[in-house]
Structure formats: structure tokens, C-alpha cells
């Protein structure tokens, strides 16, 4: 006998489409785990601080914003160089990479103490391109502490490579020495045995 109950009929039906028939699907596609490098594997954060970047557009004569997002100082674990990178906080997309040389000049950008302005050649396009940037940060103690970093890494590498400049000059003074010293042996004249001291042996061995 049909039910005239419209509201137990759809009951009956929701506990119909709601039971368990035991049967299971494979999924049309699998995923497998991906592992995502950065590229900061190698590398311990000396210094990660929020800020905005501009980089200087020669054409326009302007300053154009470049993202927001955490700058950071990175420290290779092998060779010892320290590079900045910058990345958008949102996208990840980078606004600057490049090494702090010991010729990198920072300075504070005038009028505005929470900012500060330098040179620099950066690979964040994927080519090596001659950029100024100037970076703002909220507090004028970050920038003086960013400030202070990057100088502290440009003066040691410049320490760095003046010992390693002079070590390579010792080592190739030293080679020399060497070579003449060597090249003086092979030319030192062999002694000559007088005549009567040959006779003499022989007569000695009859």
C-alpha cells in the first residue's frame, strides 16, 4: 500500500541512498609525495626580517615596488658565502638573489630611516642584471640591524679573500723557488775524475 506521508517517503529514501552496500572505488588517480626543494637546503638563515622592496626603474626614473615579504641572509654550509633573498609573502615569488660581495656599499636612504638603498648584481629574473634597490622595514631598529649585517658579511669576505689572495701568492712564490731549485740541480755539472786517478785504479785491479 503506497504511503500518502510525502515526508516519510523522502526518510525512506535519504536511508536508502545512506546505507552501506560494502563496496569500494579506487580512485581514478593517484598521487604520489613530491619532494619540493627551495634551494636553502645547503644554507643556515643568519638574518629573515618582514620588509618591502623597490628596486630604481632607469627608464622611468622611479622608484617601482618589488614585493613584500621576508628578506633573509643565507649562509652556504660549504664555501661560506652568504646571499640575499627576498620573497614575495603570498606567492613566493623571488624579488631579489644575489651574493654580498665586500664591494656592496648600504647606506640609509635619505629621509626615511626605516629605509635603506644599495647596489647590487641579482640573478632573481634568472640573469645577472645591475639593479638599486631600497628596502623599508616597520622599525628603524630592523633596518639598522639589517644594515649592520650585511656590512659585518661584506667586510669578512673581503678579509676572507685578501688571506685567501695571499696564501695563493705564497704558495705560488713557493712553487717557484722549488722550480729554480730543481732547475739548478739538473744543471749542476758532474765531477770529473782525474785521469791519473783512473790509470791508478786500474793498475790497482791487475
Known amino acids: 500500500m503506497a504511503s500518502n506521508d510525502p515526508d516519510r517517503e523522502e526518510e525512506e529514501a535519504a536511508a536508502g541512498e545512506d546505507e552501506d552496500t560494502g563496496a569500494q572505488v ?6 604520489s609525495e613530491v619532494a619540493v626543494t627551495t634551494g636553502e637546503e645547503k644554507e643556515v638563515v643568519v638574518l ?6 623597490y ?19 643565507l649562509k652556504h654550509r660549504e ?3 652568504v646571499r640575499l633573498l627576498m620573497r614575495q609573502v603570498k606567492t613566493l615569488k623571488i624579488c631579489a638573489n ?7 656599499k648600504i647606506q640609509e636612504h635619505a629621509g626615511n ?4 638603498v644599495w647596489h647590487a648584481s641579482d640573478f632573481a629574473d634568472g640573469e645577472l642584471k645591475e639593479e638599486m634597490f631600497c628596502i623599508r622595514f616597520g622599525s628603524v631598529e630592523n633596518c639598522k640591524k639589517f644594515m649592520e649585517t650585511v656590512e659585518g658579511i661584506a667586510e669578512s669576505s673581503e678579509k676572507k679573500e685578501e688571506k685567501e689572495s695571499k696564501d695563493a701568492s705564497d704558495a705560488a712564490g713557493l712553487l717557484d723557488k722549488l722550480s729554480v731549485d730543481e732547475s739548478k740541480t739538473e744543471k749542476a ?3 770529473e775524475v782525474p785521469a791519473a786517478a783512473v790509470k791508478a785504479d786500474d793498475e790497482t785491479e791487475k
Not at 579506487?26 to 598521487?31: D, E, G, N, R
Not at 626603474?57 to 633573509?72: A, F, L, M, P
Not at 644575489?98 to 656592496?104: D, E, K, N
Open 48 to 53: 629573515d626580517l618582514k620588509a618591502k622592496l
Open 55 to 73: 628596486r630604481f626603474d632607469k627608464d622611468g626614473n622611479q622608484w617601482k615596488e618589488r614585493g613584500t615579504g621576508s628578506v633573509k641572509l
Open 79 to 81: 664555501t661560506g658565502k
Open 189 to 191: 755539472p758532474e765531477e
Open 26 to 31: 579506487a580512485p581514478i588517480v593517484t598521487l
Open 113 to 116: 630611516d626605516k629605509s635603506c
Open 98 to 104: 644575489h651574493l654580498v660581495l665586500p664591494s656592496i
